[in-house]
C-alpha cells in the first residue's frame, strides 16, 4: 500500500484513502463542532487566545484543535495515514498544524486557488491531510485540485489582507491548466492526503448540506522543527538516535535565546499574569 501510495502522491500531487474512520467516530466529532460554533458564536472569552489563533467562525475555520479538544487527537495520529505520510517523509513526523474547515451558510466561505504555506519557500515539505467529517461533494463545496500542479514548484503569488486566506497564487497559473481541474469528492470517513504545493481552491456555496473537513499538516523532523503556533507535536518517532543523527551541533550552556524569542516570552508571560488575551486574526 505504501508503495502505491508514494507512487500516486509523487504523480499526482494527492491521493484518497478510502472509509478511514468509523460514523461512531465521525458523529462525535460532529457534535463537537456544532459546539465549539455555538461557543465561538457568543463571542465568550477563549483562554487559548495566547497560543492559538482566533476561531474564524465567520470563515468557517477553527484552529488548533488538537491542543484545545482531545477528541481529535485520535484523527490526528491515526495509524493508516501515518503510514501513507511515512513513506514519503519518512519515520519521524510532526504535527505541524491543525485546523477543522467548513462552509457557514450565509457567509463568505470561498477559498481562493493557492499553494499551503505559498509565503514561505525555504521551509521544508508539509503534507495536507483532509479528514471528511461529512460526505464533500462538488455541491457543498469540496476541494477542487489540478493533479501534478505541485511538480511546479513555488509559484507568484499575491496578499488580500484582512482575509483568513489571505496568500493567493496569480491566477494564470490557473487558468491555462483549467481543463485539468478535478473535484476531489469525498464520502464522509474518507480523507484527502495532498502536496502542499498542489494548486487548489473552493467555490462559494450556500447549502444546507454541511461539509466540515479536519484539516492537518506534517512535516518530517529532519530538516526543521518550527510551528507557527502552539509547540511541535512528535506524531511518529523522535527517538534519541534519531535526533542525535540530525541535531548534533553541541549545546551551549548557558546561551541566551535570541532577543526577539526572549521577548515574545516576556510578553506573554505578562499578559498570562494578568488576564490579557491576543486577538490576531492573521491566519497561517
Given amino acids: 500500500m505504501k508503495e502505491e501510495f508514494k507512487r500516486q502522491f509523487e504523480e499526482q500531487g494527492f491521493v484518497i484513502l478510502k472509509k478511514v474512520f468509523t460514523e461512531e467516530k465521525l458523529q462525535e466529532i460532529r457534535k463537537l463542532q456544532d459546539?465549539?460554533?455555538?461557543?465561538?458564536?457568543?463571542?465568550?472569552?477563549?483562554?487559548?487566545?495566547?497560543?492559538?489563533?482566533?476561531?474564524?467562525?465567520?470563515?468557517?475555520v477553527l484552529y488548533d484543535l488538537y491542543q484545545r479538544h482531545p477528541e481529535f487527537q485520535e484523527m490526528a495520529k491515526n495509524k493508516e495515514i501515518l503510514d501513507c505520510l511515512e513513506s514519503v517523509l519518512g519515520e519521524n513526523i510532526y504535527l505541524y498544524d491543525n485546523s477543522l474547515v467548513?462552509?457557514?451558510?450565509?457567509?463568505?466561505?470561498?477559498?481562493?486557488?493557492?499553494?499551503?504555506?505559498?509565503?514561505?519557500?525555504?521551509?521544508?515539505?508539509?503534507?495536507?491531510?483532509?479528514?471528511?467529517?461529512?460526505?464533500?461533494?462538488?455541491?457543498?463545496?469540496?476541494?477542487?485540485?489540478?493533479?501534478?500542479?505541485?511538480?511546479?514548484?513555488?509559484?507568484?503569488?499575491?496578499?488580500?489582507?484582512?482575509?483568513?486566506?489571505?496568500?493567493?497564487?496569480?491566477?494564470?497559473?490557473?487558468?491555462?491548466?483549467?481543463?485539468?481541474?478535478?473535484?476531489?469528492?469525498?464520502?464522509?470517513?474518507?480523507?484527502l492526503l495532498f502536496n502542499m504545493l498542489v494548486l487548489h481552491g473552493s467555490d462559494e456555496v450556500h447549502t444546507d448540506t454541511p461539509r466540515r473537513v479536519y484539516r492537518c499538516s506534517y512535516q518530517s523532523m529532519e530538516k526543521k522543527i518550527f510551528t507557527p503556533r502552539q509547540s511541535p507535536i512528535v506524531m511518529r518517532g523522535g527517538s534519541p538516535e534519531f535526533l542525535e543523527k540530525y541535531y548534533n551541533k553541541p549545546q551551549i550552556k548557558g546561551k541566551k535565546k535570541p532577543f526577539i524569542k526572549?521577548?515574545?516570552?516576556?510578553?506573554?508571560?505578562?499578559?498570562?499574569?494578568?488576564?490579557?488575551?491576543?486577538?490576531?486574526?492573521?491566519?497561517?
Avoid at 495536507?128 to 469540496?142: C, H, P, R, S, Y
Avoid at 516570552?265 to 491566519?283: D, E, P, Q, S, V
Fill in 35 to 60: 459546539n465549539i460554533v455555538r461557543y465561538a458564536d457568543k463571542n465568550l472569552e477563549d483562554p487559548f487566545l495566547l497560543w492559538s489563533l482566533e476561531h474564524r467562525n465567520d470563515q468557517g
Fill in 102 to 191: 467548513y462552509k457557514p451558510k450565509g457567509k463568505r466561505n470561498a477559498v481562493a486557488w493557492h499553494q499551503d504555506f505559498i509565503s514561505r519557500p525555504h521551509e521544508p515539505l508539509k503534507i495536507i491531510v483532509w479528514m471528511a467529517l461529512d460526505d464533500v461533494t462538488k455541491e457543498n463545496g469540496t476541494v477542487q485540485v489540478i493533479p501534478g500542479s505541485h511538480k511546479q514548484g513555488h509559484l507568484p503569488w499575491h496578499r488580500v489582507n484582512g482575509e483568513t486566506h489571505h496568500d493567493r497564487v496569480n491566477m494564470e497559473f490557473v487558468e491555462k491548466d483549467r481543463d485539468k481541474i478535478v473535484y476531489a469528492e469525498l464520502e464522509a470517513g474518507d480523507v
Fill in 262 to 284: 526572549r521577548a515574545i516570552n516576556k510578553i506573554g508571560r505578562i499578559l498570562a499574569n494578568y488576564g490579557g488575551k491576543t486577538t490576531t486574526n492573521k491566519a497561517y
